[in-house]
């Protein structure tokens, strides 16, 4: 069994407790309010801005054991850049304010994210933020295509409000091979620090979706 293959085993109870929160439920089954997905791509942007900083941060943290996975670090900064302009675009598309999200503050949750992964990259091992990219590129290629449809179905929405969702489901499908390929090569050490750090985002990004609205118009936490 592959290390990837085990770390989705190990973390198999976090990513169901994950997809398991009410408003990825009801998102699934069409029963979801315009409000709720507005909220989605808000909060989406407030992580997603950071992923490049975050990333040139753990190219220039990583220790020497770790530098052969420079190369991976400055290809996810390439194909990651821009992305929450997508999610603004998505935004405007579906009949919210870009620009007053752009100017908002994160959400609670959102916020202690973000704040874990640069506290991971800067006082912890950074080879744990492969577990950041392990559970947003695992749901992700999970949930973003088949949630799309059904947002899309529910709201009537055009194509060009689903950019973020529809490019990273496909997009995200690569990225999982590459990281498995990465995660292999790995010592136990760094390995271990990613299976951590997987465990712990699965929470944290768990409780971004527990915030948000239901189709009722209810935080789910």
């Keep these: 069994m592959s290390f990837y293959e ?22 699934l089954r069409g029963h979801v309010s315009r409000d709720s997905y507005l909220a989605f791509l808000g909060q989406a942007y407030h992580h997603v801005r950071h992923t490049t900083p975050l990333l040139m941060s753990l190219g220039g943290r990583l220790p020497e054991r770790l530098a052969w996975a420079r190369q991976a670090v400055a290809e996810y900064i ?61 749901t992700s290629v999970a949930l973003a295509l088949t949630a799309a449809d059904r947002i899309q179905q529910a709201l009537d929405l055009p194509d060009k409000a689903f950019s973020y969702l529809r490019s990273h489901g496909t997009l995200d499908q690569e990225h999982t091979q590459h990281l498995a390929r990465l995660l292999e090569r790995m010592a136990p050490e760094d390995q271990s620090a990613v299976l951590h750090a997987a465990h712990v985002f699965f929470k944290l990004y768990g409780d971004v979706f527990r915030a948000l609205p239901t189709a009722g118009g209810q935080a789910c936490n």
């Design 78 to 138: 390439e194909e990651e850049i821009g992305h929450e302009e997508w999610i603004l675009n998505d935004i405007a598309a579906a009949g919210g304010d870009p620009e007053a999200v752009r100017a908002s503050q994160p959400g609670l949750p959102a916020e202690v994210m973000v704040a874990y992964a640069y506290d991971l990259i800067n006082r912890g091992n950074p080879a744990g933020f492969f577990g950041m990219v392990f559970v947003l590129e695992g």
């Design 6 to 27: 085990q770390l989705q085993a190990a973390t198999a109870g976090s990513r169901t407790q994950l997809i398991s929160t009410p408003i990825v439920v009801d998102c």
